[in-house]
């Protein structure tokens, strides 16, 4: 047996209708202005999930390259210094063979001697190079200069490494040991490269000039080698940053691509939907006008 439809029954059902398009037309009208398919998760739970996943990786990403820019700055600025060292230390070889070629007077070599211990003063000074406050050279113990200014030339700095996290589970060391250089100067009688050079100008001096086109000058080109080898490896630590910062790059361009395409709305298929809700709601008002009657003497009237 078939119940009897009563007005009451009517105006509900049309208003839950009018409420359900009211509805769509709000959630169109939010992706139409925020330019997103999702903007709460009760759009799409799935699609939600995604997206907090993406912009996780995303964030870590992000973190990633802030570390790999940091470490190339590092990097970059051991580099400019190791080759203001490496142009100073040709310089005092040219000095060293021109001292040993047996025609320079006591003047010249005294000359010499003085423009060497002025090159070590620049050296140490390209030794206490920083980057953001921070001495590059100096380990972890990157507040503290490595080298005094002066006579003393006894390495100040830490031995710790400097590490920077550039990917899942990578960590590069972007930290040189600039002590395995310079040495810890004469009276540590090291071979280091401070220790070299004092020894020169005081061989230049003393007019020791066998002792300057000898051991000096294998002991300098020596200490070449190691400043070589270590302008290498700081090239090393640069090339693979950058092989990093691309890497990097491409996720970043792939995440933020996907992530576009689980939550950024289409937005000529959301203006057409836009306009044809809005029809159908105004029409849906003009219909539920006619077929809920606004009082019992409407109903009679008619």
Known sequence: MFGRITTQMTASMTLNDLQQSLNRLD???????SGKKINQPSDDPY???QAMSLNGQLSSLNDY??????GTAWTQQATTSLGDIDSMV???RELVVQASNGTYTQSDLNASASEVNQLID????????????????????????????????????GTGSVNRLIGPNTTLSVSTNISQLLGNGQASGDGGLLDTLRTI???MQSGNTGAI???DLKNLDSNFGTLT?????VGAITNRLTLASTRIQQLQNSDTAALSNVQDADMATVAINFSTEQAAYSAALKAGANIVQSSLLDFLNN
Not at 65 to 70: A, F, G, R, V
């Open 122 to 157: 620049a050296i140490k000074q390209e030794a206490n190079a920083s980057y953001n406050g921070q001495y590059i050279f100096s380990g972890t113990s990157t507040g503290t200069a490595p080298y005094q200014t002066g006579s003393t030339d006894t390495y100040q700095g």
């Open 65 to 70: 390259t802030n570390n790999i820019t940091d």
């Open 201 to 203: 100008a005081s061989d």
């Open 27 to 33: 959630t169109t009208q939010q992706q139409l202005s």
């Open 90 to 92: 040709q310089r005092v």
């Open 213 to 215: 086109g000898g051991a």
């Open 229 to 233: 080898q270590m302008e290498a490896n």
């Open 47 to 49: 699609g939600t999930s």
